[in-house]
């Protein structure tokens, strides 16, 4: 059972994942610090405060779900342009190693026996 349980805990999956989920975790924070310290103060003096909790109907608290949602789309936003940079840097990247020629495979032993038996062939 033990050994069953660490072939599972160190399968590539596994590991994968969990480095994902950590990986996660922390742009996630990231993000949020981005929107909250610095979008969303830039948007209040702008506009006046961001804060739309205390607006109600009745008893329902829709200002809470505007807030939630203005974060929503900000994170969403941040994330965005996050990702397009990474991926415009990523392409670059691969640009360059495109760009540089591969050297020509050397043949091997037999390529080269088969390219002499070939030959002979060809001369008779």
Known sequence: MLQEFKDFALKGNVLDLAVGVIMGGAFGKII????????????????????????HLGAIKIGNFINAAVSF?????????FIKAINTAMKAASTKQAEAPAAAPVPTTSELLLGEIRDQLARR
């Open 32 to 55: 949020t610090s981005l929107v909250e310290d610095v979008l969303l103060p830039i948007v209040g003096m702008i506009f006046g405060s961001p804060d739309f909790s205390a607006i």
């Open 73 to 81: 789309l900000f994170i969403a936003l941040a994330l965005f342009v």
